[in-house]
């Protein structure tokens, strides 16, 4: 929907070298249908811009309509937010009369925002998009929360906190945007701009209301939801709204009228102890702990479940006793005990839940009796200081990501019970010098070991079917692995980055001079060689995923007729490419096949090449302006 003068803003950014004055050099990020990018609001449209030089991206905020102190106000901000360093917010600049607009206003010079492009999406569309993912919401309200501390902490208020205005960035952090309404401690007396978002703000809240606690009710409002909602995610569904999440504002002068709230029931209702953790009515189930809960913690017997997020966030937490009667440590029971050292988990226990001790950066050692029987993913990722750990016998599965990032685990035994090493299970174990695979063992996920720089060797049992994408990439320390004649599937170059002299017994592939194959020599697997010249066999079809990335040694190479397509990061970080020729029988050239070649200085694509993935040339910083004109006539500007 385009609101007012929109149509006209539309029309100027189209021609925004001779509409911009100082931002001139910024050009707009084109749609699919090739319209500039943008999102509109009743006073406001922001447009996605790039920086032609740089590459580096900007949204611009374009004011469709005047607002009486804007300009002041946004001196004010801007000079606050100057020295802020925080990924939770990001700088801006006010420019007055920067974009001429051909419209009919009294003004045609119109003043615009220009701040940082936040990669992501909303907070409204992230939660439409997961709310059934209980651990993407819990996820979610864990970052909300880490966002609200930091925000708390500072002198400013963002004014107008809603779901719109938080940005889910890929990595999980969040972002605020819109600073229209921001309170900095230079505007003390001041009365408000808005009211802001309704749904979001205190029932009683008035233009008089603005300061550093401005944000608070809606603060509270949205962790409340957003626990609730990944607790039971049906609780959205039946009396949930996007511009409301849980709560209507009537409902805060009467939460009773919300108590079909089963989760938050449980929690309203529990029995508590001395210490303030909270159980449930027969004391079998412990519910939650207060977060200043410190020292040494002895569960009550006769409890039997450790219920989701119990501990999270007890910063404080030194050891926990679990009494036998345990038989379930949940989902995310003791994310985030930063300072947990040790836990002895009794016999009766037979499950450890998602995340269960993920982020407990203390934990030094663990007990794991013979009665558990699963290791869920993510329990143990970012126990940075956990030097070995025992797993016994009796587990038949351990999730993905198990261990990621246990920088400090320096060896470990897999049982003969296993049969799957999952994807990311050892991920980034740096210490890592040596483990043992079973011979139950029959696939390795994707980046199972990636990045275990210390992993001296490793046997992959002859049993083993399949290898997952980037599985020991950047084992720096390796000095040979075999491929077993098992194994019939290997995923994107499972040995990138690897030094290890490479032996293969499978049938089902072909290694030789270095470079890997499939049976028939169809798909270039894995370049491995070191040599600076290379051209590729004329039976290659298909240049797979990754097959050449990071070949840093590479200065040219010669593409066969053969050739139809060109994988996703097939020549990535090709650092000494300079010149590429790509044969006519190519048609595909996917998502950043060659991202970061900083040398390539030329590159031939002929008409046969119908279609090219996003970023497929970013940061392909050599190419010369006309041969980047060139390409982005011929396709889409994210290709850069």
Request: proline share 4%; hydrophobic share 35%; net charge negative.
């Amino acid at each position: 929907m385009l609101y007012t003068f929109s149509s006209a803003h539309l029309a100027a950014i189209r021609e925004a070298h001779n509409n911009l004055r100082t931002l001139s050099h910024l050009v707009p990020v084109l749609d699919k249908d090739g319209e500039p990018s943008y999102s509109g609001g009743e006073s406001s449209v922001v447009f996605k811009m790039k920086d032609e030089q740089t590459g580096k991206c900007y949204a611009l905020k374009c004011f469709t309509e005047e607002q009486e102190g804007r300009a002041e106000a946004y001196r004010l901000i801007e000079e606050e937010l100057k020295f802020v360093d925080s990924p939770h917010i990001t700088s801006v600049k006010y420019l007055e009369k920067e974009l001429f607009v051909d419209s009919d206003s009294e003004d045609n010079e119109h003043s615009v925002l220009l701040m940082d492009w936040i990669e992501g999406k909303t907070m409204e569309a992230y939660i439409n998009a997961y709310f059934m993912d209980g651990h993407a919401m819990a996820m979610l309200y864990y970052q909300f929360c880490k966002m609200v501390d930091w925000l708390r902490s500072q002198s400013f208020a963002h004014g107008d906190i809603r779901l719109d205005n938080i940005i889910v960035r890929p990595n999980g952090t969040l972002t605020l945007v819109d600073y229209d309404d921001m309170f900095v401690p230079a505007m003390k007396g001041r009365k408000s701009p808005t009211i802001s978002a309704k749904d979001f703000s205190h029932p009683l809240r008035t233009i008089d209301d603005f300061g550093e606690t401005t944000d608070d009710f809606a603060l509270v409002s949205i962790a409340l939801s957003l626990k609730a909602i990944s607790l039971d995610s049906s609780l959205l569904q039946n009396y949930g709204a996007s511009d409301r999440l849980l709560f209507a504002p009537f409902e805060y002068f009467d939460l009773s009228m919300r108590n079909n709230f089963a989760p938050l029931q449980d929690l309203l209702n529990a029995a508590e102890d001395e210490f303030g953790v909270k159980y449930s009515k027969d004391w079998k189930r412990l519910l939650k702990a207060p977060q200043n809960l410190e020292g040494e913690y002895s569960i009550r017997e006769g409890a039997k479940v450790i219920e989701k997020e119990a501990f999270s966030e007890c910063n404080s937490l030194k050891s926990v006793i679990i009494p036998n009667s345990v038989t379930i440590i949940e989902d995310w029971a003791f994310l985030g005990c930063c300072s947990l050292r040790s836990i002895d988990i009794p016999d009766s226990v037979t499950k450890i839940g998602v995340s269960a001790f993920s982020g407990c950066s203390s934990l030094m050692s663990i007990h794991m009796p013979d009665s558990v029987t699963s290791i869920g993913y993510n329990a143990f990722e970012g126990c940075i200081s956990l030097k070995n750990i025992h797993i016994p016998d009796s587990v038949t599965s351990i999730g993905s990501n198990a261990f990621e990032e246990c920088v400090s685990l320096k060896s470990i035994i897999i049982p003969d019970s296993v049969t799957r090493i999952e994807g990311w299970t050892f991920y980034y174990c740096k210490s890592l010098k040596s483990i043992i695979i079973p011979d139950s063992v029959t696939s390795i996920g994707d980046s199972a070991f990636s990045d275990c720089k210390s992993l001296i060797n490793i046997n992959i049992p002859n049993g083993v079917t399949s290898i997952g994408d980037s599985a020991f990439s950047n084992c720096h320390s390796l000095t040979s692995v075999t491929i077993p004649s098992s194994v019939i599937a290997i995923g994107t170059n499972p040995f990138c980055g690897c030094p290890a002299d490479l032996k293969n017994e499978s049938k089902a592939f072909i290694y030789e001079h270095n470079v890997l194959f499939n049976k028939d020599k169809t798909t270039l697997i894995s370049y491995r060689a070191k040599e600076a010249n290379y051209v590729i066999p004329d039976s290659v079809t298909s240049i797979g995923e990754c097959a050449f990335l990071e070949c840093n040694s590479l200065t040219s190479i010669i593409i066969p007729d053969s050739v139809t397509s060109i994988g996703v990061c097939a020549f990535a970080q090709c650092n000494s490419l300079t010149s590429i020729n790509i044969p006519d029988s190519v048609t595909t050239i996917a998502n950043h096949a060659f991202y970061n070649c900083k040398s390539l200085k030329s590159i031939k694509i002929p008409d046969s090449v119908t279609s090219i993935g996003d970023c497929a040339f970013e940061e392909c910083d050599s190419l010369s302006p006309q041969v980047k004109s060139d390409i982005i006539q011929r396709f889409e500007e994210n290709v850069f």
